[in-house]
């Protein structure tokens, strides 16, 4: 079971970023994953989640400019950021849980394998 997240970089105040996550030693046809965020100095907060079947949540301080997807075939885990802001800057981190459907409407909490973070700058 490993997750393998790419995509992050540095990018201006308004540009765009889109992370992957790839999934690798899953068997489960039911499952939940999602994005974290940790900032230098604050705690770990969940970004987005979605389910295998579709359902999605954000966090408020994200909506309307984070999109979560995913790519069943590929085993793929996506999350499109637009009009990123200097506050968006962390390091980001997948996660999934083992297999087996989340709790919702708070699914983060099931999410206990994770990848090793990528890192987004958004400067000002």
């Known amino acids: 079971v490993q997750l393998v997240e790419s995509g992050g970089g540095s990018v201006q105040a308004g540009g765009s970023l889109r992370l992957s996550c790839a999934a690798s030693g899953y068997t489960y046809s039911s499952y939940c994953w999602g994005w974290f965020r940790q900032a230098p100095g604050k705690e770990r907060e969940g970004v987005a989640a979605?389910?295998?079947?579709?359902?999605?949540i954000y966090a408020e301080s994200v909506k309307g400019r984070f999109t979560i997807s995913q790519d069943n075939a590929k085993n793929t885990l996506y999350l499109q950021m637009n009009s990123l802001k200097p506050e968006d800057t962390a390091m980001y981190y997948c996660?999934?849980?083992?297999?087996?459907?989340?709790?919702?409407?708070?699914?983060?909490?099931?999410?206990?394998?994770w990848g090793q973070g990528t890192l987004v700058t958004v400067s000002s």
């Open positions: 979605i389910a295998s079947e579709g359902s999605t």
């Open positions: 996660a999934r849980n083992r297999g087996g459907i989340c709790g919702w409407p708070d699914p983060y909490t099931d999410l206990e394998v």
